[in-house]
């Protein structure tokens, strides 16, 4: 299973989800579908996207835990 961190990311950065957007240049209704998990996937240019603007890794937005 995959976990999806981003609400967890913007609380510790105390970031809302319309100043992800406009650093990220996703749109506020893909950040917001991201940050309630009702996803089912995500575009590499999406997540290189976010990553830059928060200074992470795909890895610290996403968390692998076996079934």
Known sequence: ??????????????MMQTE????SGV???A???L???KTKGIDFVTLNR???A???TPNDIFEFLPD
């Open 1 to 14: 299973m995959i976990k999806n961190k981003l609400s967890e990311i913007l609380g510790r950065k105390r």
């Open 20 to 23: 992800l957007s406009r650093l």
């Open 27 to 29: 749109s506020y209704a």
């Open 31 to 33: 950040i917001k579908n």
């Open 35 to 37: 940050y309630k998990d």
């Open 50 to 52: 976010l990553c830059n």
């Open 54 to 56: 928060l200074d992470c």
